[in-house]
């Protein structure tokens, strides 16, 4: 069984940069051929993809965030970071950290999420 | 606006069988498999059906899932109050390179 727990400020300043962290637990980190990353909702709406982190390191982002997103991890500390620059109300949302390839290619496994708010 | 298309809500009453329907292209369902995520709402979203047809351990019968060509749908018998949920579809897209998911379906047990 995997478990994900997402940590980070809930309040970001419009056009300043959003940094999350996702700890994982249980379960291959950095070496199973998983993919692990971030998908978000907006408050009343859809799920978004934002983006994975192969265990490889090989990224794969949403295009319509690609050229302000990145997403790393740390294989020693079994943490996923999402940092996502230039903010703005658009981003607000509850960001839930997740993990697949362990039964589907989308998400097997989700974090409680973690909602973040965009204001001055 | 989501990629894939589902009906903003459905009904029905205990013991009814209820269909939800999810409408992709060629890139999305129609290339890939799908996946169902069951969300009561202010949780995180659960794996429901994947691979098209497949229950996760834990899911009861009572929940299945059928694709065919562009379209695909998740299949309730046997309506529970618990059931109440939102309920999304999912698919890799070969040209976004992940996932897109459907606007969602807002169950309600009547």
Known sequence: QVHLQESGPGLVRPSQTLSLTCTVSGGSFGSGGYYWGWIRQHPGK???????????????????????????????KRQVSLRLTSVTAADAAVYYCAAAGYISNVADYWGHGILVTVSS | ???????????????????????????????????????????????????????????????????????????????????????????NDDGLNGPVFGGGTQLTVL
């Open chain 2, 1 to 91: 606006q989501s990629v894939l298309t589902q009906p903003p809500s459905a009904s029905g009453t205990p013991g009814q069988w209820v269909t939800i329907p999810c409408s992709g292209g060629r890139s999305n369902v129609g290339r890939n498999v799908v996946h169902w995520y069951q969300q009561v709402p202010g949780t995180a979203p659960k794996l429901l059906i994947y691979s098209n047809d497949q229950r996760p351990s834990g899911v009861p019968d009572r929940f299945s899932g059928s694709k065919s060509g562009t379209s695909a749908s998740l299949a309730i018998s046997g309506l529970q109050s618990e059931d109440e949920a939102d309920y999304y579809c999912a698919a």
């Open chain 1, 46 to 76: 859809g799920l978004e993809w934002v983006g994975y982190i192969y265990d490889n390191g090989r990224t794969y982002y949403n295009p319509s965030l690609q050229s302000r997103l990145s997403i790393s991890m740390d294989t020693s």
